[in-house]
């Protein structure tokens, strides 16, 4: 079969299935030219090559995808797009769970790779205001997790410094009804320290640069990064990005997704947190003891955090400079040492920043979640960080490159292993093709009993001194023997001399190369540990957030039990995602970098050589040269394509196996593209697969034609026997109708007749009838009338002449009668506040209701009266006397009006300390309550006890309960009060008073109108005087023998509700109310 001119058309060869020769000098030189004229995309079968071109190319228009939307996958040229709907249609049309595997190193491009398969997906399924929302919350969910899990590597500007699975489910249709996201180890030691050249996490820079002036002053950040700490003090700038544009995609991607404007609040809150923890600083100092300890150098760092998340000062400096330590149920607090302390610090930060971005993933997860619990399919795209060696490989490097392992190991069984494997369980005739098994290096790392990751976990829990050296001792005794294992004491068992491995450090030989790890920190990584004080500190917080972070800080779920190491958690989500994968059909993208300078271009031989070799490009190559590109079983192959073959149409009635080698037989398809196994077929290429396809296609196009044709033809003779039937039952009705017609006409013509021969003769018998009844009546009347006339004559001499008066009088007795009956039924309720009055029913009653009225409310207002108990009457009776003095004069009391009046606010009953007071009051005590006496000197005010009396004023210290000035009533010669809301009024004392040698007195109180009241009342009873009430703006005084002006001025602000006094001069003092 011939090969597809879009493959051989395009530069070099498209698919390397069909190089020729191969070799990998060959392949490589073919890869070089397609990049050369910027064809990125290359095939090895249904396998995509992609070198990252390092430069936008003009290749994923909306018309691009059109063209490869529903497109076999070998009849376009090679693109992402064609894997992309290649898995999209097996999905919607075959019903098979999908997983496309995007791997290659750091820098080759996977996360702009899996970028545009969503974006393919999102473009080619199904629309709708429904379906458009779940697509913009899949691809929104990109840039907010880039933002907080990638960072600048030497390497790449957008390293993904997580490993991200993001399932995205589809219905029955093939539209997107959600997805679940899975995140891997983020490299949280980036957070506190990075090697020069490269940054920090994006949110960082983005916030900073981004963020509004009142959203950075809410967090209290300065926009230079060099402020920082935790930023490395050094120029923040990336050529070609913009953080705050990207600042702002974030918060609105976080808006599409469904993000809170609270919750964005709290998102940012704790990353300014993180970034101030860089700025704590750590001093060194000696307790009493003489042990060392450490302090916080400058407060600032700590106050900013606490006020931001709500913890007092105290306990996060506690935590940072102290640890607690349980030992048979007693707790003793240590204080750390300035490293301890900072390790301390640094832990805390990189734990925040890490449960920060796995609540935000299930924040997402709950955005995106599908709430369906109708059967779904899946897709799965895989982008994760690529393997790493760098100049120096600590645990970060370690666990990512084991992680590669595993997929490659994914890759190797399910394409290469899997797919030899599968002929010989077939019984297929076919020629081995030797590939490299990785399987050794994995169980190097991950057995269970001798694996490097057990070992780590060992040591880490091993009770004792545990260092990195006893670690490399413990891997150098187990794994000595291990050919991808070695360090300088194997080399040294082995009299090998390497430079270049170092003491502190072990090779291990992965299947992209040897990579050198220095063991330093890898016990530290491992353990993850963070003091259970900080925990509790953080548990502390009233940031909502925050504190949801650390629900083991909650002292009633406190635990003893060491939480599981790094490596034992990342081998246990490594292991989850193996068995999802192997769940999935896979569709494979392998990434590869050109250079390492990041130049659009450029294409460096050697690099590129050794990522085709640990790639195993070339034997996925062979593999898919000597084996069969499609297989499938013979039942399901069958039921596509039986519409093919007229004996296999429309149902088989033998064995599977028979119906599909007589299916494609008939099709005349070359005996060498095809081999029968014991439970499936096999098709060499996947030409002989599209051909397949586009027979299928065509014919299922003329059976929709067949049917078409059939159902036209059923519905045009059932819309003719319809319009018959139709016809014969309107012409039947219709003569029905025009006869049933006719006989109504006739029918009423007959009845109209009948009724007007009717109607005459009626009308003509009620003319006689009434006739006669008029004769009748005509002769009653007279004789009426006659009789009447001779009765009143007859007895007219018998009335008297005072009937009329007498009547009259009768009949206004019955209506006085009727109303005073009518009034007791309507009389208005006895409450004095209704002085309702029903009306008047007859004018001539006009006066006498209003004299009723009168009298019945003075009667209500009695009764009311009569109803109350002495105090309420002694109450009213204060509340009518401060009615009088001041209703119209003073604002205040108005306010006054819903206060009662206690007289006695001091409790000098209850309060032993007022006993010479109560003995100065003699049994007459009127009003006791607290006022504050104004000096005269100065307008400061003081408190003072008053105590009116039914002949005196008492003016006590509230300190020694003891008077200090006792006022005769008769003394008194006025008050004067302002008009406005305030309690000072002016007590004005007679020249010739003992007590008034110093003075009137000025005096605020709270209860002014109550206190005024109750000395009127008391004035008015003791001495038979009225108060001399003054409410006025500006008095008059006397200070000692001086007169002082007082005058009021009203302020807007409210100074307290104290009066404020000022003395102007020596003869004025102004007093500001309001």
């Given at each position: 079969m011939e090969a597809n001119p879009s493959l051989l058309d395009t530069v070099g060869v498209g698919d390397l299935v069909l190089l020729d020769p191969l070799s990998e000098e060959s392949l490589l030189q073919n890869l070089k030219e397609r990049f050369r004229h910027q064809e990125i995309y290359t095939y090895i079968g249904n396998v995509v090559i992609s070198v990252n071109p390092y430069q936008p190319l003009p290749i994923y228009s909306p018309q691009t995808v059109e063209d490869y939307r529903n497109s076999n996958f070998f009849a376009v040229k090679p693109h992402i797009y064609a894997i992309a709907d290649d898995a999209y249609r097996s999905l919607r049309d075959r019903d098979k769970d999908q997983c496309i595997l995007i791997t290659g190193e750091s820098g080759a491009g996977k996360t702009e790779a899996s970028k545009q398969v969503m974006a393919y997906v999102a473009a080619v399924c199904g629309k709708g205001e429904e379906v458009n929302q779940v697509k913009e919350q899949l691809l929104q969910s990109n840039p907010v997790l880039e933002a907080f899990g990638n960072a600048k590597t030497i390497r790449n500007d957008n390293s993904s410094r997580f490993g991200k699975y993001m399932d995205v489910e589809f219905d029955f249709k093939g539209q997107p009804l959600g997805g679940v996201i899975s995140n891997y180890l983020l490299e949280k030691s980036r957070v506190v320290r990075h090697v020069k050249g490269e940054r920090n996490f994006h949110i960082f820079y983005q916030l900073l640069a981004g963020g509004s002036d009142q959203l950075l002053r809410g967090l209290t950040l300065g926009r230079d990064c060099r402020r920082y700490g935790y930023l490395g003090r050094e120029d923040p700038s990336l050529p070609g990005v913009d953080d705050a544009a990207n600042f702002r995609a974030v918060q609105e991607a976080m808006t599409v997704i469904g993000f809170s404007p609270a919750e964005v609040q709290a998102l940012l809150d704790v990353a300014a947190v993180v970034l101030k923890l860089g700025n704590v600083e750590l001093g060194s100092q000696f307790q009493a003891s003489g042990m060392e300890s450490c302090s916080i150098q400058d407060t600032r760092a700590v106050r900013e955090i606490c006020e931001l998340i709500g913890l007092p000062e105290s306990v996060l400096e506690k935590a940072l400079c102290s640890r607690t330590v349980e030992a048979k149920r007693e707790k003793v607090v240590t204080g750390l040492s300035v490293a301890q302390g900072c390790y301390g610090r640094d832990a805390l930060a990189k734990n925040i920043y890490s449960r920060l971005f796995d609540w935000l993933v299930n924040r997402i997860n709950a955005s995106i979640k599908v709430d369906t619990s109708e059967r779904r399919k899946v897709m799965g795209v895989l982008d994760i960080y690529g393997f790493e060696i760098f100049q120096t490989n600590s645990f970060e490097q370690f666990v990512i490159n084991y992680c590669n392992e595993k997929l490659q190991q994914v890759f190797i069984l399910m394409t290469l292993k899997e797919e030899q494997e599968e002929y010989v369980r077939e019984g297929i005739q076919w020629t081995p093709v030797d590939f490299f098994d990785n399987s050794i290096i994995c169980s190097l790392i991950e057995d269970g009993k001798a694996g490097i990751l057990a070992m780590l976990d060992e040591e880490c829990l091993r009770p004792g001194v545990v260092t990195e050296e006893t670690f490399l001792a413990k891997l150098n005794q187990v794994c000595?023997?291990?050919?991808?294992?070695?360090?300088?004491?194997?080399?040294?068992?082995?009299?090998?001399?390497?430079?270049?491995?170092?003491?502190?450090?072990?090779?291990?030989?992965?299947?992209?190369?040897?990579?050198?790890?220095?063991?330093?920190?890898?016990?530290?990584?491992?353990?993850?540990?963070?003091?259970?004080?900080?925990?509790?500190?953080?548990?502390?917080?009233?940031?909502?957030?925050?504190?949801?972070?650390?629900?083991?800080?909650?002292?009633?779920?406190?635990?003893?039990?060491?939480?599981?190491?790094?490596?034992?958690?990342?081998?246990?989500?490594?292991?989850?995602l193996m068995k999802n994968l192997y769940s999935k059909n896979p569709?494979?993208?392998?990434?590869?970098?050109?250079?390492?300078?990041?130049?659009?271009?450029?294409?460096?031989?050697?690099?590129?050589?050794?990522?085709?070799?640990?790639?195993?490009?070339?034997?996925?190559?062979?593999?898919?040269?000597?084996?069969?590109?499609?297989?499938?079983?013979?039942?399901?192959?069958?039921?596509?394509?039986?519409?093919?073959?007229?004996?296999?149409?429309?149902?088989?009635?033998?064995?599977?196996?028979?119906?599909?080698?007589?299916?494609?037989?008939?099709?005349?398809?070359?005996?060498?593209?095809?081999?029968?196994?014991?439970?499936?077929?096999?098709?060499?290429?996947?030409?002989?697969?599209?051909?397949?396809?586009?027979?299928?296609?065509?014919?299922?196009?003329?059976?929709?034609?067949?049917?078409?044709?059939?159902?036209?033809?059923?519905?045009?003779?059932?819309?003719?026997?319809?319009?018959?039937?139709?016809?014969?039952?309107?012409?039947?009705?219709?003569?029905?109708?025009?006869?049933?017609?006719?006989?109504?006409?006739?029918?009423?013509?007959?009845?109209?007749?009948?009724?007007?021969?009717?109607?005459?003769?009626?009308?003509?018998?009620?003319?006689?009838l009434k006739h006669q009844q008029r004769c009748s009546q005509a002769a009653a009347t007279i004789s009426a009338y006659w009789k009447g006339y001779q009765t009143r004559k007859e007895y007219k001499k018998y009335f008297r002449s005072g009937a009329s008066a007498t009547l009259a009088n009768f009949i206004y007795r019955r209506l006085l009668q009727k109303f005073f009956l009518g009034l007791r039924s309507s009389l208005p309720p006895l409450v004095v506040t209704d002085r309702s009055w029903p009306p008047a029913p007859y004018k001539f009653l006009a006066n006498t209701n209003e004299e009723l009225k009168k009298i019945f409310y003075p009667w209500k207002c009695k009764k009311y009266r009569d109803r109350l108990t002495p105090q309420r009457k002694a109450l009213l009776q204060d509340k009518l006397c401060a009615s009088q003095l001041f209703k119209g004069k003073k604002t205040l009391y108005a306010k006054s009006l819903q206060q009662s009046f206690q007289g006695e606010y001091l409790g000098l009953q209850k309060n032993p300390r007022y006993r010479a007071l109560q003995t100065a009051a003699e049994g007459k005590l009127v009003l006791a309550d607290t006022v504050r006496k104004v000096n005269r000197a100065n307008g400061k005010a003081v408190p003072r006890l008053f105590l009116l009396t039914k002949n005196h004023i008492i003016l006590a210290d509230p300190k020694a309960a003891q008077p200090k000035t006792v006022v005769s009533l008769s003394d008194i010669q006025s008050v004067s009060v302002t008009r406005f809301s305030d309690g000072f009024f002016v007590l004005h004392l007679n020249e010739t008073s003992t007590v008034g040698a110093k003075g009137d007195f000025l005096l605020v109180s709270d209860h002014l109108i109550e206190l005024v009241t109750k000395l009127h009342q008391t004035l008015l009873e003791t001495t038979a005087k009225t108060l001399n009430l003054q409410v006025a703006d500006e008095f008059s005084t006397q200070f000692g023998k001086a007169s002082v002006a007082i005058r009021i001025v009203e302020t807007a602000e409210k100074n307290g509700a104290v009066p404020v006094c000022k003395k102007r001069g020596s003869h004025k003092m102004e007093v500001l109310v309001h």
């Open positions: 000595a023997s291990h050919k991808h294992y070695e360090s300088r004491a194997t080399q040294n068992a082995r009299h090998v001399t390497d430079a270049s491995l170092a003491g502190p450090c072990f090779r291990v030989h992965h299947y992209a190369g040897k990579v050198t790890y220095n063991v330093t920190g890898f016990v530290e990584k491992n353990n993850d540990l963070l003091f259970r004080d900080l925990s509790q500190a953080m548990w502390k917080a009233r940031h909502e957030l925050l504190r949801s972070l650390f629900p083991e800080g909650d002292p009633q779920k406190a635990s003893l039990r060491r939480p599981p190491t790094a490596g034992s958690q990342f081998k246990a989500s490594i292991a989850t569709n494979y993208i392998r990434c590869i970098k050109p250079n390492d300078n990041k130049e659009p271009g450029v294409f460096t031989d050697g690099l590129v050589q050794m990522q085709v070799r640990y790639l195993g490009l070339l034997e996925n190559v062979r593999v898919r040269r000597a084996g069969y590109a499609y297989r499938q079983g013979y039942e399901p192959c069958l039921e596509r394509y039986k519409m093919l073959c007229k004996q296999t149409w429309p149902k088989w009635k033998g064995g599977a196996r028979d119906g599909v080698q007589a299916l494609l037989t008939e099709l005349r398809i070359p005996p060498a593209e095809l081999a029968y196994g014991r439970s499936k077929i096999f098709i060499r290429t996947p030409r002989t697969l599209f051909d397949l396809e586009d027979r299928r296609r065509l014919r299922l196009a003329d059976l929709a034609s067949l049917i078409q044709a059939t159902y036209r033809g059923w519905r045009c003779r059932t819309h003719y026997q319809q319009m018959r039937k139709s016809q014969i039952v309107i012409s039947a009705w219709f003569r029905g109708q025009a006869q049933r017609k006719r006989f109504e006409q006739m029918k009423r013509s007959a009845l109209l007749i009948q009724t007007w021969v009717r109607g005459w003769k009626s009308r003509r018998l009620l003319r006689e």
